[in-house]
């Protein structure tokens, strides 16, 4: 059975950061593309960041310069950092697992990360 379980979210003040984790059991995590998204209230699940199999990175225009995504092999996690965080990255932040898209697309239960003073 696959599970990305997330976790590390919470509240934090405006410009603080938060650093979100997914451990993956059930799959080779080596060989999945791994990706974080977001989805605020009222709008659509968009793509936060993603590191591929063999490491290469793409960021959301309004992330880039202030999250980072990383993944640990030996771990089976893949982790993003946030810093600087404003009111706008306020979402259910999401971990996803893909190999062969559409063929294996997984999807965690999601944090809530929440941005407020």
């Known amino acids: 059975q696959v599970q990305l379980v997330e976790s590390g979210g919470g509240l934090v003040q405006p410009g603080g950061s938060l650093r979100l984790s997914c451990a993956a059991s059930g799959i080779s995590f080596s060989i999945y593309d791994m990706g974080w998204y977001r989805q605020a209230p009222g709008k659509q699940r968009e793509l936060v960041a993603r590191i591929t199999s063999n490491i290469r990175l793409n960021y959301a225009d309004s992330v880039k310069g202030r999250f980072t995504i990383s993944r640990d092999n030996a771990k089976n996690t893949v982790y993003l950092q946030m810093n600087s965080l404003q009111p706008q990255d306020t979402a259910v932040y999401y971990c996803?697992?893909?190999?062969?898209?559409?063929?294996?697309?997984?999807w965690g239960q999601g944090t809530q990360v929440t941005v407020s003073s």
């Open positions: 996803n697992a893909v190999y062969q898209f559409p063929s294996w697309d997984y």
